[in-house]
């Protein structure tokens, strides 16, 4: 903008003001609202919609040695929505003795998943009661209760490779053990000896798993998604080629509170509501500001 | 040679895919296991490539003095101390534990995680910018997308939601469901016809030119 | 601090939490901080993923297999190696042939399933019974009942005809084409919606974590001279909110593009 206009600015209305404001104070407004309001005691109750529930049901049905696949496809930029939906299931199947394999195929995955898995471990040390259900401590041992299959380059080969051999791509775990020498993987063959998928994902890999792995193998799926993508998937519930979704951080949440597993998901709601009143709040002012400087600027 | 074998190859290993799908026989599950494998090993020496022109870009800058130069010797010192931390040999008492060293995972915990995520967390404050700029209700359309979005905003709000989340779900769960469905059929039908048209050996823009 | 981290991970907890402050720096604006938080994240993520691709995919799947002399491995490594010939100018049709293999084997792939679950499975949901004598069953807001269900068929036909543009969209097709457009809006709303928070997630989590470095720092509530930690917390949080506004009060009247 020329310097004219610069000093011209005085001149201006108060509509006309706002309507040019620095975007820095927009920045400002929200950072003091997500700071702030994180501080203030506030309870958002989250009820379960249907298709997060399908998901928890599917899990809380499975039988103590039974399977799951749990495919943690999410790189740190996902980290906030997606890292809660596997710290929730992880602990669930932990704690019901249900074994997890676990593959990462988002290049920078596999380091999201061992964090989580690290961390669950040490949590299902501990007694707990979930859902009025008390749970003793249990010491999870790798290769027993859960194996880390870890990375493996271009997913839609990978996926598709598992539907006939794990082994195929995977002959060795994240930790570099012969697949054939664990024990949790000795039955294990392919999509057929699992119960069920369950893919966290944050980016195009959850597409692959929907056609290579549900539709190829009519393998069980269920999907963990990030809030940019929740609403693109509802199409594959409505055919019935997955079974759950849940998304972003609400997704997230309600699922911590079915499960009785209350985490960074429900913590994170409150901040939630504010920032969403803030940012209507914009759209509200923006627009007045809009149709009320419509005139003079010829419109 | 340059153009012709390529091509067959397209067409022939296309075909063969496409053909062992609908065999279910054991062998031939056995040739689409091995394809399977076999492209991804091809796929890796691909994936080296990428780091490769980001150490030459970055070697070059240092090297000629290029704008904001200094910065390049981070990230290549940042692409080498992982390199090395997550290099594996020794014994079980050997500083270098692969994934599992030390250096390795606060390396991906400290650094990668934190920058990677606030990076884009800024994304927070440009789409409240966005909202306060670009998301005015000036005409019929622009104000159905801002209803459809403000409901589905507030479908978790405390004393209001027994409302609103019906309706949000309603929306998820109907007109989206519709209009998502209808791009997904026009993307499947469109990759199909391109896919199509590549393993017929007409569309070849891949190969590039001459 | 926490009794429970050594007091290396709280160092390096620290340095995170620096370099959560230092990539926020960007909104004040482009800075030596942001760059270099940018700069050293590009390198550490490249070289994690060199560290995961030799250990995850290229030593199990090729390595070992030719130490273990199974030579037909040799095949899938001399085509990936005429990959790199895409450096050399008067090679680099070379590396088409590779190129050609993997596109042929994943578009032959593709094509079955990308008709299955994009078109045939999406045609198949909206086959479905509609009962006419109760169409509003459980309410108009219940989206399983039969009405729900006709506004599904009928919008994704509607958007179908809106993205058809071989027939001008006059008369009934311009008709059906405005249905078509009003749910594809009604679509990319609850998209942006679902966008908003899912932004506003990873900011909160941002403040999840400086706020967990904060406790970590203090140890526990009750230990001595956690004040002192809280209070920095807030000082380094505050202050730099501060500068913002000192700066935007400085700049004031003068609009963002004049700064630029």
Not at chain 1, 50 to 55: A, G, M, N, P, Q
Not at chain 1, 69 to 82: S, T, V
Request: one cysteine or more; charged letters at 15%.
């Amino acid at each position: 903008m020329s310097n004219n206009q610069t000093n011209n600015n005085s001149n201006l209305s108060f509509l006309e003001r706002l309507m040019l404001l620095d975007r820095r104070w927009v920045f400002l407004v929200l950072a003091l609202v997500v700071v702030s309001t994180y501080y203030i005691p506030m309870k958002v109750p989250v009820p379960a919609s249907t298709e997060v529930r399908s998901i928890y049901d599917a899990v809380e049905g499975l039988k103590e040695g039974d399977k799951i696949l749990l495919a943690i496809d999410y790189d740190p930029n996902a980290l906030a929505e997606l890292h809660p939906m596997t710290y929730a299931i992880l602990e669930q199947c932990f704690r019901k003795k249900v074994g997890v394999i676990i593959t990462s195929l988002s290049q920078n995955g596999p380091g999201m998943a061992e964090q989580a898995i690290l961390d669950i471990v040490d949590s299902t040390a501990l007694p707990r009661t979930y859902n009025g259900v008390s749970y003793p401590g249990r010491e999870i041992i790798n290769g027993v209760d859960y194996c880390f299959l870890g990375y493996r380059a271009y997913f839609e080969l990978v996926i598709t490779g598992m539907g006939q051999n794990f082994r195929t791509f995977y002959s060795r775990d994240y930790y570099d053990v012969l697949l054939d020498s664990i024990p949790i993987m000795k039955d294990v063959q392919n999509y057929d000896d699992i119960e069920m998928v369950i893919d966290i994902s944050g980016s195009n890999v959850v597409d692959a798993w929907i056609k290579y792995a549900a539709a190829r193998y009519d393998v069980k799926l269920a999907l963990g998604l990030t809030g940019v993508m929740m609403t693109d998937y509802y199409p594959y519930l409505g055919s019935g080629r997955i079974f759950g979704l849940m998304g972003g951080l609400l997704g997230a949440a309600e699922y911590e509170s079915l499960a009785d597993n209350p985490g960074l998901a429900m913590d994170g709601m409150k901040v939630q509501v504010w920032a969403h009143i803030t940012i209507i709040l914009f759209i509200l002012i923006a627009n007045i500001g809009y149709f009320g400087t419509r005139k003079k600027r010829g419109l | 040679m340059k153009r012709q074998i390529p091509l067959a190859l397209v067409i022939l290993f296309g075909w063969l895919m496409l053909a062992l799908y609908f065999i279910p026989l054991e062998g031939a599950q056995k040739i689409n296991e091995n394809l399977l494998d076999w492209t991804a090993i091809i796929g890796i020496f691909a994936l080296a490539l990428g780091i490769w022109s980001l150490i030459s870009v970055n070697v070059d800058k240092i090297q000629y003095k290029k704008r904001d130069w200094p910065y390049s010797i981070v990230t290549l010192f940042g692409l080498f101390a992982m390199i090395v931390f997550g290099l594996k040999f020794g014994g079980a008492d050997s500083m270098f534990q692969g994934q599992e060293s030390y250096m390795f995972r606060h390396f991906f915990d400290d650094i990668l995680i934190p920058i990677f995520s606030t990076m884009f967390s800024l994304l927070a404050f440009f789409i409240a910018s966005a909202a306060y700029r670009a998301f005015r209700a000036r005409s019929a359309l622009a104000t159905i997308l801002l209803v459809g979005a403000i409901i589905v905003m507030i479908r978790f709000f405390p004393f209001i939601a027994e409302y609103t989340r019906p309706v949000a779900d309603w929306i998820i769960n109907v007109p989206n469901l519709a209009a998502k469905r209808a791009i997904w059929m026009g993307v499947g039908l469109g990759i199909v016809a391109t896919g199509l048209k590549v393993i017929l050996g007409i569309e070849r823009s891949y190969l590039g030119r001459d | 601090m926490n009794p429970l981290l050594s007091f290396g991970d709280y160092l390096w907890m620290t340095f995170a939490a620096f370099l959560t402050l230092a990539t926020f720096s960007f909104l004040y604006k482009d800075n030596p901080l942001y760059k270099f938080a940018e700069h050293l994240v590009v390198g550490v993520s490249a070289g994690y993923f060199v560290i995961i691709l030799y250990y995850g995919s290229l030593k199990t799947q090729l390595v070992e297999k030719l130490i273990n002399h199974e030579w037909v491995y040799l095949i899938p490594l001399v085509l990936g190696v005429l990959m790199w010939t895409r450096f050399n100018k008067k090679l680099s049709w070379v590396s088409r042939y590779p190129i050609a293999i993997y596109i042929g084997i994943a578009t032959g792939l593709a094509i079955p399933l990308e008709m299955q679950t994009k078109v045939t499975e999406q045609l198949e949901a909206m086959m479905v019974y509609i009962q006419w004598n109760d169409l509003l069953a459980g309410g108009f807001w219940n989206y399983t009942n039969s009405f729900a269900a006709l506004l599904v068929i009928i919008g994704t036909l509607a958007a179908l005809i809106y993205f058809y543009f071989s027939k001008e969209h006059k008369g009934w097709f311009g008709g059906v084409a405005t249905v078509g457009i009003w749910t594809l809006m009604l679509g990319f709303g609850a998209s942006f919606g679902a966008t908003v928070m899912a932004r506003i997630s990873l900011l909160i989590n941002r403040v999840q974590f400086l706020d967990q470095w904060r406790i970590n720092s203090v140890g526990s509530v009750h230990q001595e001279g956690s004040g002192s930690y809280t209070a920095i917390y807030w000082v380094v949080l505050l202050g730099m909110l501060g500068l913002l506004v000192v700066d935007l009060i400085r700049t004031k009247g003068k609009t963002e593009t004049d700064l630029n």
